[in-house]
């Protein structure tokens, strides 16, 4: 029965054999086989409405009335992939106002944010509602450009509302409305802002470095020290957040646009500032030694990396044997891979 996502009330309360719209629909049970192993004790309401849910599917049939069965079944799981993709066969099949189910998935992303199925089926939404206004000309372009506004402004509420600025699934809709519309012009400002908020947002982080993929591709040295610089600053508020690390090395190294770790003198001063902070060795941070151990090998200095490497192996005990590994790499390459 319909719930607060998609009820009705009244009539649609009662049990479907007991509606006269629903007379012509034999329910499909669902088949265990003969000696099913765990019997699923399910929730009042989830056999009849799944088994309903079936015997449309058997029918292939895109009505009214299938639409709100998927509203249905989506009340008792929201993440059924099979009834949120079925719900959009009903929608294209009726011509169905878009708007309107656009209403439908405020409600889910509000309520579950990190269900894929709801973002992918709003995704959906757009692309149909874009290419619907398109094909009205100059007029519905004027109309397309709002509607990215407009989902920006709603992603950001939505991680407001839940107080969830790491939602996988929602940043992922971002960058679907930032590519699809072309609105990356604000978005290095948006970022800075969550993370003046919360520095150790890796997600803003990954989205920063998005941002900067698709705006200043390939990078200037310029661009190139600003982010550096960027993540250095970061790093003095906060020397143990690993999300700005791994940051700075999307620009040192090896690779497309990348500058050798031993070029940026600041990253080795920073480094050696933080670890001389720890009252110990085995306190230093492990993401400042890994860096020297980088700009070790960058010069050439195998001894220095190796002597880091070892270090590792003892502040990183969940990774002992990947730095037990990248010490053996670099003993085969001091001895010209013999």
């Known amino acids: 029965m319909p719930g607060r996502h998609g009820g009705m009330g009244g009539p649609e309360d009662l049990p479907r054999p007991e509606r006269p719209e629903w007379q012509d629909v034999t329910p499909l049970p669902q088949v265990d086989g003969p000696e099913p192993l765990a019997v699923i004790r399910y929730p009042p309401g989830f056999v009849e409405t799944h088994d309903y849910f079936r015997a449309i599917q058997a ?48 409600n889910w992303a509000r309520d579950a944010p990190k269900n894929y199925q709801v973002w992918y089926h709003r995704r959906w939404l757009i692309t149909e509602i874009t290419d619907r206004l398109r094909a009205d000309g100059p007029a519905g372009e004027a109309k397309v450009c709002a509607i990215g506004e407009r989902e920006l402004e709603y992603h950001l509420d939505v991680m407001q509302v839940n107080d969830d600025y790491k939602n996988y699934n929602g940043w992922s809709h971002r960058q679907f409305i930032v590519q699809k519309f072309n609105l990356w012009d604000r978005e290095m400002s948006f970022v800075e802002d969550l993370l003046r908020d919360d520095i150790r947002n890796n997600s803003a982080w990954n989205h920063r470095f998005t941002v900067v993929k698709n705006t200043v591709w390939p990078l200037s040295d310029e661009t190139r020290q600003r982010e550096i610089n960027y993540a250095l600053e970061a790093l003095r508020q906060c020397a143990m957040n690993e999300s700005a690390w791994n940051y700075l090395s999307a620009f040192l190294g090896e690779g497309e646009c990348k500058a050798p770790w031993d070029s940026v003198p600041a990253v080795e001063a920073l480094c050696n500032e933080v670890l001389a902070l720890a009252p110990a060795q085995k306190q230093q941070c492990r993401f400042a030694v890994e860096a020297v151990a980088q700009i070790c090998e960058a010069r050439g200095d195998a001894d220095g990396a190796a002597e880091r490497y070892a270090l590792l192996q003892e502040l990183d005990k969940v990774r002992e044997k990947y730095w037990e590994w990248r010490a053996a790499v670099l003993k085969h390459q001091r001895h010209g891979g013999a």
């Open 59 to 106: 029918k292939e049939e895109y009505s009214h009335r299938a639409l709100e069965l998927t509203a249905d079944v989506i009340e008792h799981n929201s993440a059924n992939y099979t009834a949120w993709y079925y719900r959009r066969k009903c929608l294209k099949a009726l011509g169905a106002d878009l708007d309107q189910e656009m209403e439908f998935t405020d």
